[in-house]
């Protein structure tokens, strides 16, 4: 779940003890429990599980802070479920998330994901070696589908049909989440007027007894997963059976949970023989959930012999035949979606490819982007693809929802439109396909001509297989009914710069920004201090950017940069291939992952690895594979085949990239497209801007700090890909970028009477430099200011005091109180920020007290949490108690939005 959802490993089959986040979720969930069911009398003197739930508590959210800090300092283009939810904003209010709501939904996602699912899964397993009739059953299922040593994808996995049959029984056996609460909307009776209820009465139901009541289900303590095939599960009253919750709010990992299950019970059985020698007796342990309490099972591979051989279904060959040519003509193709989490715009975009190839002039715009805009209904062709949301529309439809409810469509004329519909989603859920049935029947009405029925793709089903087929039935209806246009003319010969060979594959907002200036701001460190304290810091820039006609930003934005790789690494991958640099290239692939590319356009071998591709960072798994394809040395192959296997310790560890792997095996082989391909796209690196566009709008600017260090694989020396770039621009050079607003804002307080404490050493003083300059320039404009307190922190005052004229000129004019600590300066009083604050605890309160609000910015691993500490303790301080009433201080101040930081982790 933590891979999928957010990128993180917690690597449990690789230790002997389950990761410390796993163990304190365990106490946690038990103490949970336990604080319910105790009597107000017995918490009173339950003070050691209470602080050991505090500090569970504490663990699991600094975990999960960590993720998301190290996800907002290194964004990726990855479709996640933390990068969804980093991104996503309410469709009617612009509304984000903010990182503590985030936290929240990460850690609901875990706990009631693990908790639930691994109930599931145990119960599942018990249940099938009480019956070992259904579990030969299953193991019959897997060797048909995954034969041999077959790894599962998603197209296999809605195959599983028994093992699903098994999970849903288990499910109405054994509910993980064994009650749900209801009330009435009004006061009402019930069981012919038995129990009368008032309005808003809870009431709790528990749904073991749901779902073994008689009057719903036949033998209702048996284990029978024939309840579940196709016909019969049909016949189940829609309210007998509540696995997942109840309503609008049942569980929205449903479709996940089942997935997983199927996965991992599926691949269980693949690999092993399961036993039980102990004859085990269920008994139920509970926490917030239920599960089997001390159930073990015995486990041994199992031997070739014992698969059976088992002849795949045969297939149909009308429902793999390919997509007939159709001669588009040119003519208008338009692919609506209407999606909340991107895959119906995936499958969009997949059909305008094909539409494209085929002829057509093609457009893939959102549902509402079409409508509201008025594109439609003068396009020929119109394909709709589309999800639902409890029976409403998915956040890209939900205006045109808003115009069918208030009948503002039913006067358009799409008489001259032909148009088709695919509806997805999952029959798990009530509702399914009530969105798109309404738009097929919507537009119908309008006169459009179908050109084919409405397409189900069923996420519970073979959801890949009923696309295909929608589009193979789609063609087939354009290729007898689409006529032919008039021909005309497509030739166009246009002149294009390298600089707009790249700007066609960056996003539409993406500009050029003209550096104005570039200035080292580190002084020598020679004979300053014992550079075995602590080393001298590597060169950090003040760059100047002047931003394009139009373009605004305010204090505490980001500006975000596409960098490009150093020459001499480009240099090095040209030279390990055995290639010419200048040789030119024409680029073609079809879908959309190869987006970042220049497709159809000829670039230089130079150009291509230098702007489209990053090739330092940590080569993919199957990168192995692949160069293993390639290579025809034995002792290479032999040696690539043992890195799959140790990939984490030998490659992830080490931050190995393709081209370090090429020169560690000098005999291993790579193409250029391969190399090109197994390498991901330059994403943008984003910097805090430095000023205030009260000083200058028109004007950015930037403090970079450079990375040097000796590279963890041991080849030569890393230097950050970004920061490396930023360092070679030059005045009257221009690099790609955007401004970006921050998410959730980071911005100085509208008021400026409202004080501020500032705290960000080194790089991360950047943005408070900007909150400053617009507090100085407020002031110069006779406002009413409030004096702010800077804490900055830097090796030595002849080093690396960034700005220091400015800071000592602000202080003088009354705009900030500057704390300022030296960390390589022995016989001075502070060292880091924290001792500094904690010095000043007394104005830093009294500033607390008096409304300000506090930024926090620069390093997120050691820096963020020290300051966070120290805030604490000056809270207990000044208001008694302990470490966790602190803690409730800080969430407090989160929660008010008067914390505010931006931090960053380890730079690419």
């Not at 007939?324 to 989490?341: D, E, H, I, K």
């Not at 097929?440 to 029925?453: C, F, K, M, N, Q």
């Not at 670039?603 to 798994?621: G, H, M, W, Y």
């Not at 994403?683 to 801007?689: E, G, L, N, Q």
Request: include cysteine; charge should be negative; charged fraction near 25%.
């Amino acid at each position: 779940m933590a891979v999928a959802g957010f990128g993180h490993r917690f690597s449990s089959f690789e230790m002997e003890e389950l990761d410390p986040f796993l163990e304190a979720l365990g106490r946690a969930l038990g103490e949970s429990l336990n604080m319910i069911t105790r009597l107000p009398m017995q918490q009173r003197f339950a003070k050691k599980a209470e602080r050991q739930f505090e500090a569970d508590i504490a663990l699991m959210n600094a975990l999960v802070d960590g993720i998301i800090a190290e996800r907002r300092a290194h964004p990726n283009d990855g479709k996640d479920l933390l990068n969804l939810m980093i991104a996503a904003a309410d469709p009617e209010t612009g509304e984000t998330l903010d990182d503590i709501n985030i936290r929240y939904q990460v850690l609901t996602f875990l706990i009631a994901g693990h908790e639930t699912t691994s109930g599931m899964l145990t119960f599942a397993l018990y249940h099938l070696l009480r019956n070992p009739h259904v579990l030969a059953q299953a193991y019959a299922e897997v060797d048909r589908v995954l034969p041999g040593d077959t790894r599962p994808d998603y197209a296999q996995n809605a195959q599983l049909v028994v093992i699903e049959r098994i999970l849903k029984e288990a499910l109405r056996l054994w509910p993980t989440a064994p009650a749900f609460t209801l009330a009435p909307f009004e006061d009402t009776s019930i069981g012919n007027g038995k129990w009368n209820l008032r309005k808003d009465r809870p009431v709790n139901v528990f749904s073991p007894g749901l779902h073994r009541f008689p009057g719903a289900w036949a033998n209702p303590d048996e284990f029978d997963i024939d309840r579940w095939l196709p016909e019969n599960e049909a016949k189940h009253h829609p309210h007998s059976y509540k696995p997942f919750g109840n309503g609008e709010r049942a569980c929205i990992g449903r479709q996940f949970a089942m997935v997983e299950a199927k996965l991992a019970l599926a691949m269980i059985l693949q690999k092993f023989a399961i036993g039980d020698p102990h004859m085990y007796k269920l008994r139920i342990k509970e926490t917030l959930s239920i599960k089997p309490d001390q159930f073990f099972m015995r486990v041994r591979l199992r031997a070739p012999h014992e698969r059976m051989s088992v002849a795949p279904a045969t297939k149909v060959p009308t429902e793999t035949a390919p997509a007939a040519t159709v001669s588009g003509n040119g003519q208008r193709f338009s692919v609506l979606y209407g999606t909340s989490l991107g895959t119906a715009r995936d499958i969009a975009e997949e059909i305008a490819e094909r539409a494209s190839v085929d002829g057509f002039e093609t457009a893939v715009r959102s549902m509402d982007e079409a409508f509201i805009a008025g594109h439609l209904p003068e396009d020929k062709v119109i394909v709709i693809v589309t999800a639902t949301y409890n029976g409403r529309a998915p956040d890209s439809a939900v205006e045109i929802e808003r115009l069918i409810d208030s009948g503002q469509v039913d006067t358009l004329d799409w008489s001259g439109a032909k148009f088709a519909v695919l509806g997805i989603g999952n029959s798990q859920w009530p509702n399914y396909q009530h969105f798109p049935k309404r738009i097929d029947d919507t537009i119908a009405s309008l006169g459009a001509t179908r050109l084919v029925p409405r397409g189900e793709a069923d996420g519970q089903g073979d959801f890949d297989g009923a696309v295909a087929s929608f589009v193979r039935d789609l063609w087939k209806a354009l290729g007898s009914e689409v006529a032919p246009s008039e021909q005309r003319s497509t030739l166009s010969l246009q002149p294009v710069d390298a600089a707009a060979t790249r700007a066609q594959v960056l996003p539409e907002h993406a500009q050029r920004l003209e550096i104005v200036a570039n200035e080292e701001m580190v002084l020598p460190a020679e004979g300053l201090w014992d550079f075995a304290i602590e080393p001298p810091r590597p060169s950090t820039r003040f760059i100047r950017i002047r931003l394009p006609e139009g373009q605004r930003y305010h204090a505490g934005d980001h500006i975000a940069v596409y960098a490009q790789n150093r020459p001499e690494l480009v240099e090095r991958a040209i030279a390990r291939l055995g290639l010419d640099g200048a040789t030119q290239l024409r680029i073609d692939a079809q879908g959309g992952r190869f987006r970042h590319l220049p497709l159809g356009q000829t670039v230089t071998v130079q150009q291509l690895l230098a702007e489209f591709v990053e090739l330092s960072d940590t080569l993919p798994r199957r990168a192995l594979a692949a160069i293993g394809e390639q290579t025809r040395c034995p002792n290479t192959k032999k040696e690539l085949a043992r890195l799959e296997g140790a990939f984490d310790s030998e490659i992830a560890a080490k931050r190995l990239s393709i081209l370090d792997l090429l020169d560690l095996h000098p005999a291993a082989k790579l193409s250029l497209d391969s190399l090109v391909e197994l390498s991901s796209a330059i994403a943008p690196r984003f910097y805090s801007i430095a000023s205030s566009p009260l000083v200058d709008p028109s004007i950015a600017d930037l403090i970079v700090g450079t990375m040097e260090a000796p590279a963890w694989s041991g080849l030569g020396e890393h230097r950050g890909f970004a920061s490396s770039y930023m360092q070679r621009v030059m005045p009257g050079d221009a690099v790609f970028g955007y401004v970006r607003r921050p998410n959730p804002a980071f911005a100085p307080p509208a008021d400026p009477a409202t004080p501020m404490i500032l705290i960000g050493p080194g790089t991360g003083f950047a943005p408070l430099r900007g909150f400053i300059g617009e507090r100085a320039a407020q002031k110069a404009a006779s406002a009413e200011v409030a004096k702010s307190l800077l804490f900055f922190g830097c090796r030595h005052p002849d080093h690396d005091w960034y700005c220091r004229t400015e800071m000592e000129g602000w202080a003088k004019d009354g705009v900030i109180e500057p704390f300022v600590a030296f960390s390589a300066v022995s016989d001075f009083k502070w060292r880091y920020v924290q001792d500094a604050m904690w010095d000043a605890r007394d104005q830093l309160w009294a500033a607390i007290e008096g409304g300000a609000h506090i930024y926090v910015c620069g390093d997120g691993k050691f820096m963020a949490p020290a300051v966070r500490d120290a805030l604490i303790r000056i809270a207990v301080d000044k208001q008694g108690g302990d470490h966790a009433s602190g803690s409730d201080w800080l969430e407090a101040m989160i929660e008010q939005g008067r914390f505010h930081q931006d931090v960053f982790g380890f730079g690419k």
